[in-house]
């Protein structure tokens, strides 16, 4: 018998932003601030304190890191009033909920220390990515394929060493509330995949594995950072993306399948999960999808 060997689907989403490199002057600290996604902090050079609202305070320094989860109310500062600091920071989201409830569970909001494999994997990436970005050499593509490769070994790092570390602070969550919340985010994810966008609410799927919404709303945040709501939305989105990327189907018949009442609403929608409309969505896909042949024509799908 020949050979075979099957790959895997893979269906990935990557979500990488406001990353930076910077050193700050003695006294400098940053304003109260949350965000809908996970933050890495690595400090480089010098002494950071960050306050987690309400919770603990962490002062920590050079080759230390902090993943501050989705949703947290937080403060960074300098923590010497006259001595520079240097850390570079990024903000990520994935769609690996897995992976996102493991961050959550076991090392989030909690100082990682520099001796330990997360932290120095994390300062690795970080470096690694300020130097993609300086690079003048790599166009913009390549330096973002190089950074997109950089963060995705993290993962895979944190993958290997999250068993093995110990949180402080103990683990965030049940088994059972990680188990129900993996089932609201599967009926979620299959539901909108049949193009059931339209046809079902959260209380729906509560009512469905037998729980209240309200515990359902409270678990499924705790384990995953984000609110079932904000899940349901991004879940549109990459099913709209999807939709508007495939040529046989118009912004009407997307509009339609998302469930909208209008394609105007839907338009509106997109924009604020996009930044763009969906027309202009189609054309910069349509642009991607042609390829230049002999006769300059021709599409490959």
């Given at each position: 018998m020949k050979?075979?060997?099957?790959?895997?689907?893979?269906?990935?989403?990557?979500?990488?932003?406001?990353?930076?490199?910077?050193?700050?002057?003695?006294?400098?600290?940053?304003?109260?601030?949350?965000?809908?996604?996970?933050?890495?902090?690595?400090?480089?050079?010098?002494?950071?304190?960050?306050?987690?609202?309400?919770?603990?305070?962490?002062?920590?320094?050079?080759?230390?890191?902090?993943?501050?989860?989705?949703?947290?109310?937080?403060?960074?500062?300098?923590?010497s009033a006259d001595q520079d600091m240097t850390y570079i920071c990024f903000h990520f989201n994935i769609e690996n909920l897995a992976l996102k409830s493991e961050i959550i569970g076991k090392i989030a909001n909690t100082v990682i220390p520099a001796d330990q494999p997360i932290a120095q994997s994390a300062v690795r990436t970080a470096k690694k990515m300020v130097a993609y970005s300086a690079n003048k050499k790599l166009s913009k593509e390549q330096a973002n394929l190089k950074i997109q490769i950089a963060v995705l070994n993290f993962f895979y790092d944190l993958t290997e060493n999250l068993q093995n570390y110990e949180s402080r602070n103990g683990k965030k969550y049940t088994e059972s509330e990680a188990k129900t919340s993996r089932q609201i985010a599967t009926m979620i994810k299959e539901r909108i995949e049949r193009d059931e966008a339209v046809n079902f609410t959260f209380g729906d799927i509560c009512q469905k594995i037998g729980i209240s919404s309200g515990y359902?709303?409270?678990?499924?945040?705790?384990?995953?950072?984000?609110?079932?709501?904000?899940?349901?939305?991004?879940?549109?989105?990459?099913?709209?993306?999807?939709?508007?990327?495939?040529?046989?189907?118009?912004?009407?018949?997307?509009?339609?399948?998302?469930?909208?009442?209008?394609?105007s609403n839907f338009s509106k929608q997109f924009k604020k999960w996009a930044g763009t409309t969906p027309s202009k969505y189609q054309r910069q896909m349509k642009q991607k999808r042609r390829v230049r042949t002999v006769k300059e024509s021709g599409y490959f799908e």
């Open positions: 050979r075979f060997v099957s790959l895997p689907v893979v269906d990935s989403s990557l979500y990488l932003f406001g990353g930076h490199m910077r050193t700050v002057p003695g006294g400098w600290q940053f304003f109260e601030q949350k965000h809908q996604a996970f933050e890495l902090m690595c400090v480089i050079d010098g002494r950071q304190t960050t306050e987690i609202k309400n919770l603990v305070t962490y002062d920590y320094g050079a080759g230390d890191a902090i993943i501050i989860s989705p949703g947290t109310l937080h403060t960074n500062q300098n923590s359902g709303h409270r678990t499924f945040k705790k384990v995953y950072g984000v609110t079932p709501l904000h899940y349901i939305e991004s879940q549109k989105y990459n099913k709209a993306k999807m939709l508007l990327g495939s040529p046989e189907y118009s912004i009407e018949d997307v509009a339609d399948l998302m469930g909208a009442s209008s394609v």
